[in-house]
């Protein structure tokens, strides 16, 4: 399953490496790419549904549309 979610406040590389490592918390075997200069977060997972829900709370933090 793939998301791709539009993170305006991305601002440097050391925003994109925090949200890597809060995803890789969750789901350590997720490929993550932050595209700073697009501001957009993809996530690439086998797991379910279940795990992209979880993800709304850093969504909403992130202010993620």
Not at 43 to 59: H, Y
């Amino acid at each position: 399953m793939v998301l791709q979610m539009k993170v305006s406040n991305i601002a440097c590389e050391g925003c994109a490496e925090t949200i890597t490592e809060s995803i890789h918390v969750m789901e350590p075997e997720s490929k993550v790419d932050v595209d700073v200069k697009a501001k957009t977060v993809t996530v690439e997972s086998a797991t379910s549904e279940f795990f992209f829900k979880m993800l709304q709370p850093i969504k909403q933090k992130m202010r993620v549309k």
